[in-house]
């Protein structure tokens, strides 16, 4: 009763194909917007750039990884070395250009992660599966150790470690967590609704065609070289804008092994947890992995105070969080997103059973 | 063995399109994986707008036939002529660009999209939009999107599954599915069909619509027609000449009543008393 599309007709085809048919949709979608416009003026500081900028910067590198996972199904262990890339060069980019806008240096680090994604793209056209993973993995170490090599990446520091200079748009410094959290939030959301009208156009069919059924979609005109390089190329610009935010509007001071394999395994867990192949499974996905052990945290702190060794706490935690993912992907093993639409489902339905 | 087209000329003056020039010949193919001889010097033409056969029994290298024709199998000697154009081997994305579509033995949907996206993924060589057009929902991109969805309701339509067009082609039944592979094919309006057993697994009402289906797409679109079946109550009744395969070798050819009666194929079907 509460989610139907009664009432509502589509009369023609760009009607039928629009981002979100149903006028639901589109009111929780702007009620959303709304709300994490406005989050900024109730939360304080630290939820903004403790919690809520490193949500939104980690769902864009998920969504990165979905589409080169889910939508395009190739197997990748190397997002965090794209988001070093990312990271990285948008650094030297406003180091070594004067005056460049923030959004501009952005964009920029993530077309370098881009064409570091392609060349390492490239083992993609031989192998599959398990194997491109492990392929993949060569990525992930090359970037890290060549940006801890050498030292022109960071400006020379003698620390090996960069601190990111302030972020400068139209002449205005964002220099406080809510300022931060706008930008993060502006480019997040604009990525996100790039990335979902590709998904749902020619460009995503062409990704889940190769993905699918690879033999039938080169009999039908797809280039199996084009459309997986493509996908490896879109992938890691979104993991390179989301490195750049990464160590700007979170981290800082970063250095190269900040994004080590440890990191592009958390993604990829955010990805399988989200569900493969959609747009607010990455950000379900970042949500429960970057979110849960802060609320386990919390909990447990609350429940047994100062009463209970720490460590013992601690440990603890993460058993439950790791039995939290198995019971997960036993009960749901196509992630939150599909749960979420289950449950439109039934609201579709309710009160009535079916 | 002699061709003669005598017959099908004479059927051919109901056709909407009559037969024109070959517009596929093959010549000399032989193929080898490894040891293994899969088609030894095979040689055949398809004329345009008729409807082609390939029957022989099991192994006798018809699917392979169909993986050198479209590019999927480079054949170490022969050559491939489409329309006039001679060609050591295809390659896949260059015989789609060429107007040949086929659909697979083993069914080969996108298994994780739905009817509808299975059809349009079709229409891949009609759209042109880059992928920042269609990130950024360019005019070109909008307007590709709903031609080429007009273009793919034609299909929907003409293929009476207006009612599944939503459903991931996963959950729909084995005979669905074959006629969703036929409307992808379809979709690229393609000059050569090539149909890899559109009928294999099928109980009869099934495959009576299959054929009418065939038989439409020839008569509606002029659409040339390869198809690799087994039923031979089929293939004589739909085809308008027959190749026969036997071990990679090419044991005859014509229309449906010479091969019917010819002795090599007799033989290799029913066997040659030793």
């Known amino acids: ?354 | 063995m002699t061709i003669s087209v005598q017959s099908s000329i004479l059927q051919s003056a109901q056709r909407a399109f009559p037969f024109g020039p070959p517009i596929l010949e093959l010549s000399s193919i032989s193929l080898r994986f490894g040891g293994v001889h899969a088609l030894t010097n095979i040689s055949f033409d398809v004329l345009e707008h008729e409807i082609r056969a390939i029957i022989g029994p099991n192994g006798a290298g018809k699917s392979s036939m169909l993986n050198v024709i479209n590019g999927i199998y480079a054949p170490q000697e022969g050559s491939i002529t489409f329309r006039g154009e001679r060609l050591s081997e295809m390659k896949p994305t260059h015989a789609a660009s060429l107007g040949i579509a086929r659909t697979f033995q083993n069914i080969a949907l996108f298994r994780g999209m739905s009817v509808l996206d299975n059809i349009m993924a079709g229409r891949k060589l009609h759209m042109h939009a880059s992928f920042l057009e269609v990130a950024l929902q360019l005019p070109r991109a909008r307007r590709e999107e709903t031609e080429n969805r007009a273009a793919v309701e034609e299909i929907i339509e003409f293929l009476e599954i207006e009612h599944i067009r939503k459903t991931p082609v996963a959950r729909l039944p084995y005979g669905l599915q074959k006629r969703v592979e036929l409307g992808r094919a379809l979709a690229a309006e393609p000059t050569i069909l090539l149909l890899d057993e559109p009928m294999a697994g099928m109980n009869i009402e099934e495959k009576q619509d299959m054929c009418r289906f065939i038989l439409d797409v020839n008569d509606h679109y002029g659409t040339t027609i390869v198809l690799i079946e087994h039923d031979m109550g089929v293939v004589m009744d739909i085809s308008d000449r027959v190749v026969v395969l036997d071990y990679g070798k090419k044991i005859g050819d014509g229309t449906p009543d010479e091969v019917r009666s010819d002795q090599n194929v007799i033989d290799a079907y029913l066997g040659v008393p030793h």
């Open chain 1, 1 to 354: 009763m509460l989610y139907r599309e009664a009432g509502q007709f589509r009369t023609s085809y760009a009607q039928d194909s629009q981002i979100f048919p149903l006028r639901q949709d589109r009111v929780g979608i702007a009620i959303l917007l709304i709300a994490a416009v406005m989050l900024p003026f109730v939360a304080n500081s630290y939820w903004l750039s403790a919690i809520l900028i490193p949500w939104l910067v980690l769902s864009l590198v998920a969504l990165g990884q979905n589409i080169l996972m889910g939508y395009a199904g190739q197997l990748s262990l190397g997002s965090a070395g794209f988001m070093a890339v990312g990271a990285f060069a948008c650094y030297n980019l406003i180091l070594r250009i004067d005056g460049i806008p923030f959004v501009v240096a952005v964009a920029l680090s993530g077309v370098c992660a881009a064409l570091v994604g392609i060349v390492f793209g490239l083992p993609s056209l031989r192998i599959r599966g398990l194997y491109l993973a492990v392929a993949t993995l060569a990525s992930q170490f090359f970037i890290v150790w060549a940006l801890d090599k050498f030292g022109w990446f960071k400006n020379y520091d003698p620390a090996g470690v960069i601190t990111a200079q302030p972020i400068v748009m139209f002449g205005h410094n964002f220099a406080t967590p809510r300022e931060k959290y706008w930008v993060v939030l502006a480019i997040v959301a604009v990525l996100a609704l790039l990335a979902k009208n590709m998904a749902r156009g020619s460009v995503g069919r062409g990704w889940m065609a190769v993905r699918d059924m690879d033999v039938a979609a080169e009999v039908m005109g797809f280039s199996l070289l084009r459309t997986k390089l493509q996908a490896f190329a879109i992938s890691s610009f979104y993991c390179g804008v989301g490195g750049a935010l990464f160590a700007f509007a979170y981290l800082q001071t970063v250095e190269p092994s900040a994004f080590g394999i440890d990191l592009s395994f958390r993604i990829l867990f955010m990805v399988i947890i989200g569900g493969l192949g959609t747009i607010m499974g990455s950000f379900l996905g970042a949500g429960f992995i970057l979110l849960m052990p802060i609320f386990l945290n919390i909990f447990f702190h609350s429940a047994f105070g100062k009463s209970v060794d720490a460590t013992i706490t601690s440990a603890l935690e993460q058993v439950i969080f790791g039995v939290m993912i198995i019971m997960f992907l036993i009960f749901e093993p196509l992630g939150l997103a599909r749960l979420w639409q289950l449950t439109k489902e039934r609201l579709r339905l309710w009160p009535f059973k079916h």
